[in-house]
């Protein structure tokens, strides 16, 4: 997972109108590569609930961006308990945080 992290935190110095726009567009872009794929990984699912899923993991994916301390686990737990429903710290082996 490429780190992206650097790109909000220089736009918030630059200045968020500057910036907002290239991060807007490159999240609605993946947002919509991931639902597309989930749309054939779930047919059933209604589109209204593959797009509050989907504005759910943009809402992470921009949280991840702006803490500096995530890691790669930490996001990949957070997004499979979104989309699976798994409670974070639920699998064998991870540490529980809380």
Known sequence: ????????????????????????????????????????????????????????VRRVMFGCMLDKTVTTEEIRASLRSLIVGEPIGSRVGMRRIA
Do not use: S
Not at 2 to 31: F, K, N, Q, S
Not at 34 to 50: G, H, K, N
């Open 1 to 56: 997972m490429p780190d992206v992290r650097p790109v909000p935190h220089a736009g918030i110095e630059l200045g968020v109108e500057t910036v907002w726009p290239a991060i807007d567009r490159a999240m609605r872009l993946g947002i919509d590569d991931w639902t597309r794929i989930a749309r054939r990984i779930v047919p059933a699912a209604a589109e209204r609930d593959l797009h509050q899923l989907g504005r759910a």
